[in-house]
Each structure stands twice: as C-alpha cells, then as structure tokens.
C-alpha cells in the first residue's frame, strides 16, 4: 500500500479522496510546525508529501534525505519555501495550488487597501481606547480611492483580480510592472506595462503580487519607497521577503509613504510590539489571504489531485518543476 504524510490535520472528505484510492494517510496532529528532522523521519517510509504551510524548508538536506518520494505536493501557490533544483535533480515532481486562491488573496488585498485608506482598524481601535467623543469634521481623515492610479507590481492572476476590483469599484487606472505583458489585463482593464521607476513613481496605491525569488527579494526597499509619492499606500500580500521591513517603518515614520497594509511581514509572525501595528495608517493582518473555508477546501483538493496523479505516474496538474519531466 503507498502511504501519504500530511503535515497538518485536514478534513476528513480531503482525506478520503486519497484513501478512496487505496491510499494510506498519516497526519502530523501537534499544533506546532515539525522540524526537519521530524518530517524526514515521518516521511521515511512514505511515497507521497501534502505539505501545507512554509515551516520547515524543503531543502536540499530534505531531498537527499526523502529522495524514494515520487511526488511532493505543496498546499500553497508561493514554493519559494522549497529547493525547486534540489527536487528536480532527484527527480521528484514538486506541485502548487494556483488559481484557486486567486480571488481570495486579492480580496484581501483590496480589503486592505481599503482599510489602510480609511484608518479602519486604527478608527477601531480608538473606540476600544474610549475615544469616540467630540465629533471634529476634520480630523484623523482618510482618503477617496476613486480615481486614484493602482500600480501592481507582478500582474499575474491575483493582481488580476486584484486589478479588477479596482477598475469596476473605484474606476482606478492600472498601471503594472511585470518581465512579460499581460494581453489579456491590457485588454480587459486597460492595464499600462510601465517601467519599476514610473511604477513607484505614479502609483497611488501600489500593490504587490510577484513571487519571491533572488531577484524580487527586497525590492520594496528605502531606495524604492523614496522614489513613491508621499501619498501612497503601499500593499504587500505576496511574501514578506519582498520588502524591507525597517526601511518599510522607515519611510511610513519620515512620510516617504502615506500607508501601508501588509497580510505578510517580515519575518512571520509579527511580534506583538512591533511599532507598525500602532500606526494609524497601518493595518496588519495575519497572513489570511487564502483563509476562506471554500478556496482552502479548493486549496487541499487540488493537492490531494496532484498527489493522486504523481502516485499513479501521471503528471502533476500544476506541477513547478516541469523540467524533472524532461522538458
Ligand atoms: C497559504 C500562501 O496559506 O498559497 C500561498 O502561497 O501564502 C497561503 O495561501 C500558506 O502558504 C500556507 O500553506
């Protein structure tokens, strides 16, 4: 009989998609991520991996070590958790989840926006504190959406939807940064491809979408936040890699940038006293872009998918690692 681990508890109707095919399962059931050694050692006697979460890395050690897996299938679109070259060079298909969390995660990127906006967790806050009193017209405002110019750096299909909703909510105009076009943002939204400067540059709510990778790593640095307006809010729901968080706190503190709203820090979690989560034009979450209980039952059963089709021999769906086939 083959055998699955899977490195969190899942629902019982995930679980028989996989045993319905003569599938043994074994979970990991502490509330604590495992360590290496841990998931090494559960996986030892195993064929196939569901992982969900990004704790612990799979690296190169892992791949030596698990190298009998036939497939590994991640339970999250971002792999950037994962040493890709070190699974193809053992010939292990590593998969991912895309497109179905792809409304989820930008609802909440534009919840954010929102949020960051209209102060609406700081305003929550302030009642909390006893201080919904004496109504001043024109204190602590926001700003208006409408209009304003949407920059989305890594237009794939998050920031479409992302892009979307800004387009048809607020009539906001979208500018993008990507390597490649995106034809069919051009075409739908009328989505401007700009250069990374005009980018910062004009984008009054600039939002990110992009894989983390070595090039994208940090690029939301002072140097970046220097260059946008001092109006801006700045939205990250992709991996808290991708900026730099004391230059972030830098330049919301000095008005380099208006706001910010992140669903990802860096690191993960965020401590509990970090001066950001005290800032009015801040708002935090954490790390809930997929959390709806219909994409990440989405989420789990395109993986359950994926490991059926690597433990039958066929290949992956959404497989990220194409090249282990040959191609
Ligand atoms: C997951 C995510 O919640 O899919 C991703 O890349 O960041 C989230 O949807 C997280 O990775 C846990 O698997």
Known sequence: MTKIFITREV???????????????????????????????AAED????????????????????????????????????????????????????????????????????????????????????????????????????QGKTLGIYGLGRIGYEMAKMCRFAFEMPVIYHNRGRNEAAEKDLGAKKVSFTELLQTSDVLSIHANLTDETREMFNLEAFQQMKPSSIFINTARGGLHNEPDLRHALETGLIWGAGLDVTNPEPMAADNPLLNMPTVAILPHIGSATYETRMEMMRLTAQNLLAGLNGQRLLSCVNPDVYGE
Not at 21 to 26: A, I, L, M, P
Not at 49 to 69: E, R, T, V
Not at 132 to 141: C, E, K, S, V
């Open 11 to 41: 629902p019982a109707e995930i679980k028989r998609l996989l045993t319905a095919n003569g599938h043994h399962c074994s979970e990991w059931t502490e509330k604590r991520d495992l360590s290496l050694v841990e998931l090494i050692a």
């Open 46 to 145: 195993c064929d196939g991996l569901f992982s969900i979460g990004s704790s612990p890395k799979l690296n190169q050690d892992f791949f030596s070590a698990c190298d009998h897996l036939k497939v590994v299938a991640l339970c999250s679109v971002g792999y950037d958790h994962v040493d890709i070259a070190a699974a193809t060079s053992h010939g292990i298909p590593v998969s991912n989840t895309p497109g179905v969390l792809s409304k989820a995660t930008a609802d909440t990127a534009f919840l954010l926006m929102q949020n960051v906006a209209r102060k609406a967790i700081h305003k929550h806050k302030e009642i909390l504190r006893n201080n919904w009193g004496f109504f001043d017209p024109t204190a602590d405002l926001g700003v208006d959406l």
